[in-house]
Nanobody, 120 residues
Framework: VQLVESGGGLVQAGGSLRLSCAASGRAPSAYVMGWFRQAPGKEREFIAAISWGGRTFYRDSVTGRFTISRDNAKNTAYLQMNSLKSEDTAVYCC???????????????WGQGTLVTVSS
């Protein structure tokens, strides 16, 4: 499975962005899709995940601000990010795995990432 993210960029604090993750390869819609981020000098952290059937799982700090979704017909997952804060600045990567959880080691395929910069 190959994953390609898009939609990152520069946004002011309080603004919104929608990230996309296009998947290709063997049966990509069968996988759980997750979003992770890594800020400069920090550990990679889980953001949200969504199953094939639409079950979701979020990191507490983004609940209510970020929404994960997917369109299985388009083999694409999305991350809608609202009320962005400067601390949301990071490289955001999507990943594909087999179980709905926040553990990076459970995801087998990764995209290259897209940079989100939130200016204060």
């Amino acid at each position: 499975v190959q994953l390609v993210e898009s939609g990152g960029g520069l946004v002011q604090a309080g603004g919104s962005l929608r990230l996309s993750c296009a998947a290709s390869g063997r049966a990509p819609s069968a996988y759980v899709m997750g979003w992770f981020r890594q800020a400069p000098g920090k550990e990679r952290e889980f953001i949200a995940a969504i199953s094939w059937g639409g079950r979701t799982f979020y990191r507490d700090s983004v609940t209510g601000r970020f929404t994960i979704s997917r369109d299985n017909a388009k083999n694409t997952a999305y991350l809608q990010m609202n009320s962005l804060k400067s601390e949301d600045t990071a490289v955001y990567c999507c990943a594909a795995g087999r179980s709905l959880n926040g553990r990076a080691e459970q995801y087998h395929y990764w995209g290259q990432g897209t940079l989100v910069t939130v200016s204060s």
